[in-house]
Structures are given as structure tokens and as C-alpha cells.
């Protein structure tokens, strides 16, 4: 598959490598056409892995991830582009962080709403996924750092876009896929970042994940 990855951060990094690893041609879009993380990255990661603005990223993939800062992806898709976008399915993994007043973030939206909400009203044409951003994105990309099963959660109100979505995780490795529903239900998936922040200081590691027992 073709895939765009909006973002140069350590998540589109991650995301891009693993992607290119399992067999997709990725490009990484990034404000700046010749974005030097982007440009190493791409260099790292041979003949299958190219760089480009996020609209170049964005009208080359099938499917997209969103891997921005969250205080700023509404701008990255909006640079993105409606028309590159249509039709397509937006995977966000981004999470609305606040680090403006220091440790810990804030979330800056919340409780009756979210940033995959707000992607997806503002892009109707697009199928917006929300994925992957309850763990590290080492974990995310290698489910094995953490033993044993534990779970991803995705949501999203197009079928087939969360089924698209599903088989990529599939490809990384992870066997606990679960669809908790339409898209609003990325407001719980994204107001877990306090305790997933908080169990960070707590480990001292980033290397842990949630699983539901039941
Ligand atoms: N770190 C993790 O393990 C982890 C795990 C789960 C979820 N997440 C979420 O994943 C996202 C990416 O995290 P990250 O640490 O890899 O990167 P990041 O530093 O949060 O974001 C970097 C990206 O944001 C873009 N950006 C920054 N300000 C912008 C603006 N004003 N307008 C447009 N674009 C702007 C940058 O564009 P340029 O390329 O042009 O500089 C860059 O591509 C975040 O939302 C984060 O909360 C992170």
C-alpha cells in the first residue's frame, strides 16, 4: 500500500520504519518540504521511503497517519489538504496535548469532545480512525516490548476504514485489537493520557500498556 505520514517526531519515525518494513511504499510530510528529519529518515530507510510537504504526503497515500503535535494537527491536516485527503482514511494517533504551562500536559479539549472529533467534523470527506495513541510509539510498533497480551484500542465511524486499519496493527503484531465504536469514542481513548503519563513516572519507562480483564 501507499502510505502518508504527517509528521517527523518520533511517532512518524517509529510509524514510517515499520511501515516501510512490512512492505509499504511511505512517504513523510512534514511544513517543509525538505524537513532534515525527514530527509534522514528517508535516507535510512531505502528505495520505499520518500519526504515531502504533509499535502505531498497526504495525495500519495492511500491511508494516512496523523502523527502531529496535537495543539497542532487540525493546522497539519488543514496544510494536508481536504481534496489530497478524500475519501481516504486518516489514522490519528495524535493526542491533544498541552505542554504550554509545563509538567504535566493538559489536555486542551475533553469530556464532550475530542481532537478526532474535531479532525472529523472539520474533514467530513475524510475517515478519521483514532489508533495507537494510548502507548509508546516504541510499543506501537513492536508489541513485544511488553510481555504478554494486552490491548489496542481504535474508533472511527467507517467500517471498513477501522477494518483497514485493523489489518495494519495486525502487521505490527498486535493479536487485542478493540473497536470500542464511532468516533466519539476517542474521548476516552485520548483522556487516558493522564494516567498513562502518570504510570510512566511511576515505571520510569515508557514500556507498558493497558489490558482489559474481564
Ligand atoms: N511519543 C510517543 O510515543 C507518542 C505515543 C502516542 C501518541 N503520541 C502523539 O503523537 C503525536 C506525535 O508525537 P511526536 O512526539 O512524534 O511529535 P511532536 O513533536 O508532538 O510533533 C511533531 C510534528 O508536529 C508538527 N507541528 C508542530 N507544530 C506545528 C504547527 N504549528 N503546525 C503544523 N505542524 C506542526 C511538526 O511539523 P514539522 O515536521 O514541520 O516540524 C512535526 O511533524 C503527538 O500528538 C503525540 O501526543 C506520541
Known amino acids: 500500500m501507499k502510505i502518508g505520514i504527517l509528521g517527523t517526531g518520533m511517532v512518524g519515525v517509529a510509524l514510517g520504519s515499520k511501515l516501510v518494513q512490512v512492505g509499504h511504499d511511505v512517504k513523510m510530510g512534514s511544513r517543509t518540504p525538505n524537513n532534515e528529519k525527514a530527509v534522514t529518515w528517508a535516507k535510512e530507510n531505502g528505495a520505499h521511503a520518500s519526504y515531502g510537504t504533509f499535502a505531498d504526503a497526504?495525495?500519495?497515500?492511500e491511508v494516512v497517519f496523523n502523527c502531529t503535535a496535537g495543539t497542532a494537527s487540525l493546522?497539519?491536516?488543514t496544510a494536508a489538504g481536504a481534496a489530497n485527503l478524500k475519501g481516504k482514511v486518516l489514522?490519528?494517533?495524535?493526542?491533544p496535548l498541552d505542554f504550554s504551562k509545563g509538567m504535566p500536559p493538559t489536555l486542551t479539549v475533553c469530556?464532550?469532545?475530542?481532537?478526532?472529533?474535531?479532525i472529523q467534523r472539520a474533514f467530513p470527506s475524510v475517515n478519521v480512525v483514532k489508533a495507537l495513541n494510548t502507548m509508546n510509539c516504541a510499543v506501537m510498533v513492536n508489541p513485544t516490548l511488553v510481555p504478554g497480551d494486552h490491548d489496542v484500542f481504535l474508533c472511527g465511524n467507517d467500517?471498513?476504514?477501522?477494518?483497514?486499519v485493523t489489518e495494519i496493527v495486525k502487521s505490527f503484531g498486535w493479536r487485542s485489537?478493540?473497536?470500542?465504536?464511532?468516533i466519539?469514542?476517542?474521548?476516552?481513548?485520548?483522556?487516558?493520557?493522564?494516567?498513562?503519563?502518570?504510570?510512566?513516572?511511576?515505571?520510569?519507562?515508557?514500556?507498558?500498556n493497558f489490558k482489559i480483564v474481564r
Request: proline share 4%; glycine share 8%; aromatic share 8%.
Open 177 to 182: 485489537i478493540i473497536d470500542l465504536g464511532d
Open 111 to 118: 469530556n464532550t469532545d475530542s481532537l478526532a472529533e474535531q
Open 91 to 95: 489514522v490519528d494517533v495524535a493526542n
Open 75 to 77: 493546522a497539519a491536516v
Open 159 to 164: 467500517r471498513q476504514a477501522k477494518e483497514k
Open 184 to 208: 466519539t469514542a476517542a474521548r476516552g481513548m485520548e483522556m487516558l493520557l493522564p494516567i498513562w503519563l502518570r504510570l510512566m513516572g511511576h515505571y520510569q519507562s515508557p514500556n507498558f
Open 58 to 61: 497526504a495525495a500519495f497515500g
